[in-house]
């Protein structure tokens, strides 16, 4: 009985090391595949929002079918001529808009917007975000650029954030400025803060670094600001910071 159980110890050991092995593959693996399955679910989720929204079953999509259906009695092919057709009116209006030819009508349309209070608004804050998604390097000074935000002055908490717009306003007799905070690791959402001017200093990183950093939560930060030395210890930067010993006191 005693030298059956010293055979199935050697081998229950190895099965388990073995089973370790896999698992550690398994983990590895997984951990591999994990960014790209990642990115394929979220072009996923967007190709299957933008079918809902701009599918043939959808409201926009039923526009595309009666507007194609005039030339084909198939739904599917009318659609596909719809969208056709939508592309060719898009490539034209990019055309009048090199030229300058479309500066008229747009001044005529936008001076009728400018006298609807709210549309007004969400008119000029749509015009800004996509003016700030399609500016170039020489036009980034123009629009929203990327700036650090110090907490409490130079030396202070630095966030990483947009700064609205370089015109300062007046708060209470001092100079400040709007700045959009994105949250992690979605930047859609965030908050607007007004900051004193002084907190502000521009970020040597573009509206396309800013995204990377929040959406990685920070990861990638090093890519796009450097790196300042070696990485932190594990145990250094869990452990708490100690609290400094109080100087022995003199006797009166």
């Given at each position: 009985?005693?030298?059956?159980?010293?055979?199935?110890?050697?081998?229950?050991?190895?099965?388990?090391?073995?089973?370790?092995?896999?698992?550690?593959?398994?983990?590895?693996?997984?951990?591999?595949?994990?960014?790209?399955?990642?990115?394929?679910?979220?072009?996923?989720?967007a190709g299957a929002v933008l079918i809902r929204y701009l599918g043939p079953e959808s409201a926009v999509g039923q526009v595309m079918v009666a507007i194609g259906l005039g030339i084909t009695g198939s739904e599917i092919v009318g659609y596909l001529i719809g969208i056709g057709l939508v592309v060719v009116a898009l490539l034209l209006l990019g055309a009048l808009?090199?030229?300058?030819?479309?500066?008229?009508?747009?001044?005529?349309?936008?001076?009728?917007?400018?006298?609807?209070?709210?549309?007004?608004?969400?008119?000029?804050?749509?015009?800004?975000?996509?003016?700030?998604?399609?500016?170039?390097?020489?036009?980034?000074?123009?629009?929203?650029?990327?700036?650090?935000?110090?907490?409490?002055?130079?030396?202070?908490?630095?966030?990483?954030?947009?700064?609205?717009?370089?015109?300062?306003?007046?708060?209470?007799?001092?100079?400040?400025?709007?700045?959009?905070?994105?949250?992690?690791?979605?930047?859609?959402?965030?908050?607007?803060?007004?900051?004193?001017?002084?907190?502000?200093?521009?970020?040597?990183?573009?509206?396309?670094?800013?995204?990377?950093?929040?959406?990685?939560?920070?990861?990638?930060?090093?890519?796009?600001?450097?790196?300042?030395?070696?990485?932190?210890?594990?145990?250094?930067?869990?452990?708490?910071?100690?609290?400094?010993?109080?100087?022995?006191?003199?006797?009166?």
């Amino acid at each position: 009985m005693h030298r059956a159980l010293s055979c199935i110890a050697p081998l229950t050991h190895a099965m388990k090391r073995q089973t370790v092995h896999l698992l550690g593959l398994f983990v590895t693996g997984a951990l591999a595949a994990l960014p790209l399955a990642a990115t394929i679910g979220i072009f996923w989720w967007a190709g299957a929002v933008l079918i809902r929204y701009l599918g043939p079953e959808s409201a926009v999509g039923q526009v595309m079918v009666a507007i194609g259906l005039g030339i084909t009695g198939s739904e599917i092919v009318g659609y596909l001529i719809g969208i056709g057709l939508v592309v060719v009116a898009l490539l034209l209006l990019g055309a009048l808009v090199e030229t300058g030819v479309q500066r008229g009508v747009a001044r005529i349309f936008q001076g009728v917007l400018q006298r609807i209070p709210v549309v007004r608004t969400v008119y000029d804050l749509l015009k800004r975000l996509v003016g700030l998604l399609a500016q170039r390097e020489a036009e980034g000074a123009k629009s929203m650029s990327a700036v650090w935000c110090h907490f409490g002055g130079p030396g202070g908490a630095a966030v990483l954030a947009l700064l609205s717009t370089p015109q300062p306003v007046l708060v209470g007799g001092q100079r400040y400025v709007g700045v959009l905070v994105p949250t992690a690791p979605v930047p859609v959402g965030g908050g607007l803060l007004f900051v004193p001017l002084e907190w502000v200093t521009p970020a040597e990183v573009g509206v396309e670094a800013l995204t990377s950093i929040y959406v990685s939560m920070g990861v990638t930060a090093g890519e796009y600001l450097g790196t300042a030395g070696p990485p932190l210890p594990a145990a250094a930067a869990a452990a708490p910071a100690q609290p400094a010993a109080a100087p022995p006191s003199s006797a009166a």
